[in-house]
């Protein structure tokens, strides 16, 4: 791309080369740039039009910034820009200089789990939860997934010199990627439990390997042939290091002592230990070791005497991040007291201390060039620290409350958006711009329900409140009480009388009147109630429950009517409209269909790869819709029996039909709101 590379805002860049992909029929990096261009100028009608035609989904709004914590973060080559990746499945590319997003990456269905940089081009390696591994160009959007592990991917490296790939999991296997063509090599191990990190020997001409069950093994890259094994009797490493010349190897374990192991004469030395776990081990170019435990110690080694040369330093609480600089002279290291300190190992003494983050601190990088670090938290931010003027370099935030819920209005203009906040949100579809907002709740809003033939709606939350509100008076309250002991999960008006159903983490169902006098209280279920709906008729009602039951009941008896019992945690139900069924959603991924006049199952779909979050029926009942925390929504048609699957960027958080035509509209948790035909998707 030549000079065409240092701007990764340069929109009619993006454009050609999201063209160029569709000419190659490379559809996913297409997408990937139209989104991209999104994610830069949200009003850019070429990239919604195109994304419409490639996906058959249409974009009402994109959201930007993590929607959850930050489990990895690390520095672009270019010295530029930062990578994060999160819990919310999202990738995000950061100008630090400017503090702003300049890429959102969604292709990942489950939590990112490990980043790595390539070592001379702005390429990035992600791997996540489910076993995927999808490599970025951070400017051009080009994208590759790689699949070949099973189980979740604990490291991705690549070699000195980028000419080689390499990844393992918890699946027991280690793959060797050609970098060119990014298809497998060798697949090796598998028969040594989960892998738990890899390590290149300086010169690349080997390959460490250690597991949870303390095997560590010694590869031949360039053939995949085993050279060395041996068990660390501790049977559990967390870190290890090739020694400067490649011939010794020195491993921190849980049990606190660290070991070497020479693998040209077997032997194994003890070098020492940590009074608790040891957790991180570096051995420098100077030949002297360092290592960092849950005792809060830094300590430097003397690996040929065998012995502790002094303790640097020492954090109040267990330190839990450490990264060495490429120079390998300065160490950062973070505790759980969420402080940063950076220590000089030629000097052996502390320079800084640092303190800026509201939670747990998940990781550190240090700048490829420059004496920069990069740290990154749960709290959802990154802080870029200048460490040779012991200051702030900058803050890379996007200050967004997370989407929880949403209703397509009968007027098929205007969404409802409820906020975790609290925030209700009044939005225009064709514009794209709110048009009321109002604090409703002092927490997360849960669910909200349209009263039939009216302009109230009602709110619940987990402040434990519910709220009936006037959208079209500016979000009147018209009241708001609290009628649960705990959060309510679900609120619902009846589709004929003025009554509203909700029930609560207190595992109690209720029904109550518009001034929310109890109506009924129904009890039964042993723990949280996840989500209530009525019947067609509202003659009925159904509840699921964590407990693993979906009761059905009849409003003027407080006994259920009819149990169904499953070995896993219901999230979520609907009754169809039209016809007596039920659909329900679980923990674990499932969506099952049962037929209430029969009283069996009518369909068991394994819908999701994880919590499903949200479940719909269609108005005119033909089809169900279900969202899930693996950014998938499943759609299945009750009569043919058919199933239709898309992939957002983010876990979905709400979905809600259109009043007449077979439409959907999904809401994530990273703020993206799009909408599907639903005879497209099945």
């Known amino acids: 791309m030549g000079n065409k590379r240092t701007r990764m805002d340069d929109i009619d860049l993006l454009l050609e080369l999201a063209k160029r992909y569709i000419c190659s029929n490379d559809y996913g990096s297409a997408i990937t740039a139209f989104l991209n261009i999104l994610v830069l100028c949200p009003d850019n009608e070429v990239a919604r039009r195109e994304l419409s035609r490639l996906e058959n989904i249409e974009y009402i709004h994109v959201g930007r910034g993590h ?3 930050i489990s990895r973060a690390v520095w672009v080559i270019d010295g530029i820009h930062v990578v994060s990746g999160g819990a919310d499945n999202t990738i995000i590319v950061w100008d630090y200089k400017k503090s702003d997003i300049v890429r959102v990456f969604g292709d990942h269905r489950t939590c990112i789990t490990t980043l790595t940089r390539h070592p001379k081009m702005p390429i990035i390696a992600s791997g996540s939860e489910d076993g995927t591994i999808i490599i970025y160009d951070t400017y ?8 070949e592990h099973t189980a979740r991917i604990n490291q991705i490296s690549w070699s000195v010199e980028g000419k080689r790939l390499v990844s393992c999991s918890d699946d027991g296997k280690i793959v060797i990627w050609d970098p060119q063509t990014y298809e497998k090599k060798y697949v090796i191990g598998g028969d040594t439990g989960s892998i738990v990190g890899v390590r290149w020997s300086p010169s690349g001409r080997y390959l460490l390997s250690y597991s949870s069950g303390g095997i560590i093994s010694v590869w031949n890259p360039r053939t ?12 559990g490493i967390f870190c290890a290091d090739w020694s400067p010349g490649s011939e010794k190897i020195v491993c ?4 606190g002592i660290l070991r070497i192991y020479d693998i040209r004469t077997t032997r194994t030395y003890i070098l020492g230990r940590h009074e608790y776990i040891a957790s991180y081990v570096f051995w420098r170019r100077n030949n002297t070791i360092v290592s960092v435990g849950w005792d809060g110690k830094i300590i430097l080694w003397d690996p040929v005497k065998l012995r502790q040369i002094m303790i ?11 990264a060495l600089s490429k120079n390998k002279r300065y160490l950062a290291t973070a505790s759980l007291d969420r402080n940063i300190c950076v220590w000089d190992l030629e000097n052996l003494n502390i320079i800084t201390t640092f303190r800026g983050h509201n939670h747990l601190i998940s990781h550190l990088d240090w700048h490829p060039l420059k004496r920069l670090l990069l740290s990154a938290s749960w709290d959802r931010r990154l802080i870029v620290w200048d460490t040779n003027q012991k200051s702030r370099e900058s803050t890379l935030y996007y200050p967004s409350e997370r989407i929880t819920t949403l209703t397509w209005l009968d007027d098929d203009k205007y969404i409802l958006i409820g906020y975790s906040n609290g925030d209700l949100v009044l939005f225009d579809i064709e514009s794209t711009m709110i048009v009321c907002r109002s604090r409703i709740h002092d927490l997360r809003i849960t669910s909200i329900s349209k009263k039939r033939n009216s302009s109230l709606i009602a709110t619940s939350s987990m402040d434990s409140t519910i709220a009936i509100v006037d959208y079209q008076d500016g979000f009147k309250t018209i009241s708001r009480r609290p009628v649960f002991s705990l959060g309510v999960n679900s609120v619902s008006f009846h589709p004929r009388k003025d ?7 207190d595992c109690t169902i209720k029904i109550l009147d518009l001034n929310f006098e109890i109506v009924a209280e129904f009890r039964g279920h042993t723990t949280i109630v996840s989500d209530v709906c009525w019947s067609g008729d509202g003659s009925m009602f159904a509840s699921s429950s964590w407990d693993g039951t979906v009761r059905i009941w009849t409003p003027d008896t407080e006994t259920e009517y009819l149990l169904i019992k499953y070995d896993d945690k219901i999230t979520c139900i609907d009754w169809n409209p039209r016809i007596n069924y039920i659909a329900f959603g679980t923990m674990s991924g499932y969506v099952y269909v049962w037929n209430l006049k029969t009283i069996n199952e009518y369909a068991r779909i394994e819908a999701h790869r994880g919590p499903v979050s949200s479940i719909k029926w269609s108005n005119d009942g033909t ?3 279900s969202g899930g925390v693996d950014g998938a929504i499943s759609i299945f048609h009750i009569i043919r029996k058919n199933i239709g699957e898309r992939i957002l960027r983010s876990p979905i958080v709400g979905i809600s039909w259109h009043h007449t035509r077979k439409k959907l509209m999904a809401c994530c948790n990273n703020g993206d709101i799009i909408i599907i035909e639903a005879d497209i998707i099945s």
């Not at 094994?229 to 049977?235: A, F, G, K, N, W």
Request: net charge positive; with cysteine.
């Open 67 to 69: 929607s959850d914590a």
């Open 140 to 147: 051009t959007c080009w994208k590759k997934i790689l699949k």
């Open 224 to 235: 995949g042939r085993l050279i060395y094994r041996l068990r660390d009797p501790s049977e």
């Open 252 to 255: 921190c374990s849980a049990d």
């Open 312 to 322: 640097i330093g020492k954090h109040s609480t267990p330190i839990i991040c450490a």
């Open 499 to 505: 009554l509203i159903l909700a029930c609560s983490d």
């Open 623 to 625: 089809f169900l819709a």
